[in-house]
């Protein structure tokens, strides 16, 4: 009789972890799929909403639906797809090139590395802020908003120069491509920076 009521203690203890772990499981996957709406509805705030969404719903479960979070994670996105674009940058300039070609993609290289350092200042300066609107943040966030506006001029100029100089479609279409991944997720980062403050 003992050895019964135990087995019946333990199928219920059983049952129980199992119901408990399925209701927590179905609750984790409600969360990420609200998580997933918020990025959706704040992407499609932006001038590019399918790549804000594809760039950022992989992190749903840390944005969750935090403005601050969101807008962090974008700065970083676009500070990751900018020293890709680095590295591509210095393979094209490896290769057989006019000396036009080498001065466009030299410029594009060093607006690159302008880009760089004013997305890692954003990222620097956002490390410590917190959503408060003293006037030190509102500051702070001034500065970050100035520094992610002229990355994207940064990336603007690097194209510019396909209208003076002889450059191969081949590479002009590698370059743009790469300046235009660049500048989207800099122009999303930046619409989501305009929100906050």
């Known amino acids: 009789m003992a050895l019964h009521a135990l087995f019946r203690t333990l199928a219920s203890l059983l049952f129980l972890s199992t119901f408990l772990q399925l209701a ?23 001038a590019y909403p399918i790549v804000c969404y594809k760039s950022l719903s992989p992190y749903a479960s840390k944005i969750k639906r935090n403005h601050i979070t969101l807008t962090r994670l974008s700065i970083n996105v676009a500070l990751k797809e900018a020293k890709s674009a680095k590295s591509t940058l210095k393979k094209l300039s490896k290769g057989k090139l006019s000396d036009g070609e080498t001065s466009v993609i030299a410029d594009c290289r060093e607006n690159i590395e302008d880009t760089l350092d004013l997305l890692q200042q954003s990222v620097d300066g956002l490390a410590h802020l917190n959503g408060n609107s ?5 500051f702070q966030w001034d500065n970050i908003k100035t520094w992610v506006s002229g990355s994207i001029t940064d990336e603007s100029t690097c194209t510019d120069e396909f209208d003076e100089i002889q450059v191969r479609s081949s590479l002009q279409n590698k370059i743009k491509t790469t300046i235009y991944n660049v500048s ?3 122009s999303i980062a930046l619409a989501f920076v305009n929100t906050l403050f």
């Not at 609750?27 to 709406?37: C, G, I």
């Open 134 to 138: 003293t006037a030190d943040e509102r």
């Open 184 to 186: 989207s997720l800099i």
């Open 24 to 46: 927590q499981s179905t609750t984790t996957t409600d969360s990420l799929k609200a998580y997933k709406k918020f990025i959706k509805d704040q992407c499609n705030s932006t």
